[in-house]
């Protein structure tokens, strides 16, 4: 027996030792390259930026496909594939473009007047299903075409292979910051059309300064340099996007340095500043907002001194400073500081418990409501949930008791377009530093009523429709001005709470990182230090 | 035999086909639409509309899964209504990957499960019997994640051996492979030890041992294999199980597996592909099944399956 049993135990080590050399990792040599890899999230989508909307797919589209134009550090546009930025018509209404000559696809074709016509006609194609037709749809004749009248985009004519107009339904002065988006990233005519439904799955081809090596869109996506790129040559010989999901797995490869560079949640920044990777931690300031969202038909909200009550039942200070330890910046206004129409004068917000009672008492509640928000159960709203319950605790002390409720995303959404959503925190990026990007997006009432607020008011329409059409810059500030006044301080329709600051971690030997206006992480010019890198 | 395997696929159909059909009616009572969700906060109704519209979902819910079906039999499950890739090629590439991490894991959990149970079974109230028994019930109740996260920060974040996440070599499977097959392992090595309690107290393990045969020959010839049907019956669910994917370490080792597509699909209302998931799930549990009940007959010749089976 005890013979048998140390045969036995002999037996198990081997097959335990086979099953482990079976496994035993087949680590490949690093080749002496300067490959950023970047741990992002696998966002489970297309890279075609027509037809999704993530931040993270544009990390990995803007270094493949190029927008004619882009917007730098200090939110002024680019020109990326044209000669210079072009000015409107008299009218305000024409702009002439003249594409820089001789730009290669990364399959080697040369950019032509007749691809940007392609692209921005796909866009509005409706068998294209894009998902971002609205930063673009006042060219003339994309409303004929989204609702299936007519295949040509009128408004766009081609001059010569290197010379197009586009004229819009009305002056739109933001017009070219929209088009410097990630939504209007040129492609080639011949490549797209001939990939078919594999654009952005399988094939993906741009003027970038990066191409596409490997497409694995489970496990992130490889690049090189593109050796023919129109601009400055890129100091990067590629970039890996290596797809992690959990953060906590993401952090242990980044401090095991098998990733160099990768998004840091905010609500870790304050354990993190004080380790061992605090110089190496990095922030912005991404142009958005971070809302309480009332839906201004809802049985208590419906009434404005309800909302106002809310308003003043929440301490912004304590949240930003308390909440999200000093990385966030107290919201006076929806549109944050800096942005045309932000209105250096208005007073901060003053929280006052009484006053908020007293009010609700007026509105018939005097001994208080219960009013239902409901959050997404996804990882990703981890933070947007910590929020809410410090919002919640806030407002309970005023009478106003939030019965916080976890849906799935799509349960979410369409409740959210049904009316159905009481209350709740939203977060906000624009898409391009206007507040058109903001307002309109948001409050505009025909957006609204697809969100959680239903916010309708003439009055605010007509200046965001004032607004949109006014070249001169004063006039429209003041407009904006006006506006947001309006729907944060008169009607309440938006709770305005702070401005998130983002963090990143990059590995010191990773050189000029720098962030835009949006959460969009661009390498353009990014460099890695060789020697530092073998040295770590 | 023959005439029952064939009895057996073609009650395939049918399970695939009610499969489908519960997926299809759950999917479109629960609340939640799949386009308002893809065009998130920018949806306008107009653009609501048109999608609805290129997606053919507003076409009669019939007709909706008269066209599934049409197409399911060509092999055509459609495309996502998120990445927009074809099913079948986003089911096959995650299967590759889902198949190298379950045989990995289903190794681990048999080689060690069963022979741990039937060291303990042999050590039965001694010191290793008691160790092996602590292991079983910490692997059973440990869950998955934490022990994942313990292999990581242990053998990939401090020591350095293998890959913390990611597929990118062979050695990226050992990781989630033993977080995994440690699960079953603990179970596998309970079911062993408890069959093999069983068997060598009975009669014929003491006969061969009277009869001089050699102590291997009576443990692994007479009593093993007579305390296998519970062992394989468990196996089997346990492979199916594995090949179905594991949401949480495909999650933490971030493994592109089966199992995250198919919880994905299903918060994002992604209908074509959670038909697919759904479908491949019930194939692989009714051939794990049928290939258990097929091995039966093998170990125990007393087993036969008769016609009216």
Known sequence: MEKMNKNLICRISLAAALCLCLSLPLFAAEADKKI??????????????????????????????????????????????LDETPKPSKDGRTYRFKLKPGIKFHDGTTLKASDVQYTFERMFKPSTEAVATYICDMIVGAQDMLEGNSEDLK?????????????????????????????????????????????????????????????????????????????????????????????NTRRMEYESGNIDIMTLDAMLYPEYSKSRLAPEIGSYAPIGIIFVDPNVKSEFLGDVRVREAVSLAIDRRALADDLMKGTAIEARSFLPKGMVGYDDKVAPYKRDVER????????????????????????????????????????????????????DPATMSDMRSNGAVPFEVFDWYADFPDPDGFLYSMLYSVNAEQLTSN??????????????????????????????????????????????????LAKPYVKNFKMVYNDVFHFYGVDIDLAARKKK | MIVYILKRLLQTIFVLWGASLVTFILMNVLPGDPVRLMLEKRATPQAVERIRHEMGLDKPKITQYLDFVKNALKLDLGRSYFTREPVMTALSRRFGVTLRLASSAYAIALVLGISIGVLSALQRGRALDSAVRGVAVLGISAPVFWVAIILQMVFGLRLGWFPISGIRSAGSFVLPAAALGLRHMASISRVTRTSMLEVISQDYIRTARAKGLAENAVILKHALKNALIPIITLAGTELGDLLTGSMLTEWVFAIPGIGKLMVDSILMRDLPMLQGTVLYVAVVFVLSNLAVDISYAFIDPRIRYAKSD
């Not at chain 1, 890899?37 to 696998?42: C, D, E, F, I």
């Not at chain 1, 001939?194 to 094939?203: E, F, I, R």
């Not at chain 1, 009672?357 to 959050?375: F, M, Q, T």
């Not at chain 1, 916010?455 to 407009?479: G, I, N």
């Open chain 1, 155 to 247: 408004g766009f004519k081609v001059i010569d292979d290197l010379t197009f107009e586009i004229t819009l339904d009305f002056p739109y002065s933001p017009f070219l910051n929209a088009i410097a988006t990630s939504y209007a990233g040129i492609y080639s005519r011949k490549a797209c059309e001939a990939a078919g439904k594999d654009w952005g799955l399988v094939t993906y081809i741009g003027t970038g300064p990066f191409k596409v090596t490997k497409m694995d869109l489970d496990n992130g996506v490889v690049t090189e340099r593109f050796e023919d790129y129109h601009g400055d040559k890129q100091p990067l010989d590629g970039i890996e996007f290596i797809f992690i999901e959990d953060p």
């Open chain 1, 356 to 407: 908020a009672r007293k009010l609700l008492a007026d509105a018939g509640y005097p001994n208080g409501i219960e009013v239902e928000s409901y959050i997404r159960n996804t990882a990703m709203n981890e933070m947007t949930g910590r929020i809410l319950l410090a919002v919640q605790n806030q407002l309970a002390e005023a009478g106003i008791n939030i019965r916080v409720i976890q849906v």
């Open chain 1, 36 to 81: 950023l890899r970047y741990g992002a999230v696998n966002q489970k989508s297309t890279l075609d930026m027509q037809l999704n909307t993530y931040s993270r797919v544009m990390d990995i589209s803007d270094a493949i496909v190029e927008p004619l134009l882009r917007i730098d550090e200090e939110n002024r546009l680019i020109p990326v594939l």
């Open chain 1, 455 to 504: 916010y309708r008011s003439a009055e605010f329409d007509k200046l965001l429709d004032d607004a949109r059409a006014t070249a001169d810059a004063e006039k429209r500030a003041e407009l904006y001005k006006k506006a947001d006044n309006m729907a944060t301080r008169v009607d309440y329709a938006a709770i305005p709470l702070f401005h998130e600051k983002l963090y990143f």
